[in-house]
Structure formats: C-alpha cells, structure tokens
C-alpha cells in the first residue's frame, strides 16, 4: 500500500474523530449515547493515530500492523448499536462494519476490507443523498467526505494501488 493512501485513511479517521468528538455537548447528558461517542472516538481516533504513524515510515520500513484495540472499539459500538441506543440512528449496512471490523480484529483480511469498502461506498451515499435533508447538513457533509475518503482508501487497499 503506498503511503499516500495511507495518508487519505489517517486524515479521514482523524477527521472522523472531531466530528464525532463535537457530538459531546449532545450525548453529555445520556450515558448510552456517551458511551457510543466515546467508542467512535476512541475507535477512529486510534485508527488515525496508527495511519499517520504508518504513512511516515518508508516504504522499505511499512509493515502493516492490525491495531486490533481501534478494531475493537468499532466492532463494539457497530455491534451495541443494534442492541442498546448508543447511537442516534442505525442503519441495516451497519452489519457491514460490524463485520468488516470484526474481521480484521480475527485477522481475516481480504473479507475484512470489502466490507467496510461496502460499508463506507453505503454510507458516503448515504450521507450526501441526505446532507440537504439534516438539522446539521455541515457535519452531515464531513462525515460524507470522510467516508468518501475511506472508501477510496479500502477500494486502493483492495486494488493493491
């Protein structure tokens, strides 16, 4: 995988990170939806952390790692929220980064990639079919770019680019 892929995944899970970080003041007050926030944030946060330390290594150097902590933050929240409300809304491809995150926790990762590719191609879709429909279209629209971004990333991790 080339660095700069790698760059466009760590700026999008870093920017994930605020956006679902600046959902605070609104799930302060309910701990089931803190809890969800506290597990995106954790969960994309470290993902960011890991792709930006990856991008800078040469390539001679990069050696892909599984940071199975962020995987697990995800799994538990995609997994919670169709149990318990830790989010606001859920959506059925949801299934999807349940079980392309819980893949790559169990190391199986060509399977692991395609359905999260899936998950953010839905989501992205998603969010900027709905952006002009929301209370919030600015935050609705960032979170549309970064999965745009993550998609692209997936899809380049797929390809081999």
Same mark, same amino acid.
């Given at each position: 995988m080339k660095s700069g892929w790698t760059i466009v995944a760590a700026v999008a899970y870093l920017w994930a990170t605020?956006?679902?970080?600046?959902? %605070? =003041?609104?799930?302060?007050?309910? =701990?089931?939806?803190?809890?969800?926030?506290? &597990?995106? !944030?954790a969960g994309y946060g470290t993902l960011g952390v890991q792709k930006a330390y990856q991008s800078r290594k040469k390539e001679d150097e990069h050696e892909e790692k599984p940071n199975k902590i962020g995987y697990a933050f995800l799994v538990a929240f995609y997994g919670l929220s169709f149990l318990i409300p830790v989010s606001f809304t859920v959506q059925?491809?949801? %299934?999807? +980064? !349940? +079980?392309?995150?819980?893949? &790559?926790? +169990?190391? #199986?990762q060509f399977a692991g990639i395609c359905a999260l590719l899936l998950y953010y191609v839905f989501g992205a879709v998603r969010?900027?079919?709905?952006? *002009?429909?929301? *209370?919030? =279209? #600015?935050? #609705? %629209?960032?979170?549309? #770019? !970064?999965?745009?971004?993550? +998609?692209?990333?997936?899809?380049?991790?797929?390809? *081999? %680019?």
């Open positions: 605020l956006l679902f970080a600046s959902y %605070l =003041p609104r799930t302060i007050g309910n =701990p089931k939806l803190l809890l969800g926030t506290f &597990l995106l !944030v059925m491809y949801d %299934l999807l +980064a !349940v +079980a392309g995150y819980g893949l &790559l926790l +169990a190391g #199986i969010k900027f079919t709905d952006s *002009h429909m929301s *209370h919030d =279209p #600015i935050r #609705i %629209l960032g979170m549309g #770019i !970064v999965r745009l971004g993550l +998609a692209v990333y997936y899809g380049a991790t797929i390809l *081999h %680019l």
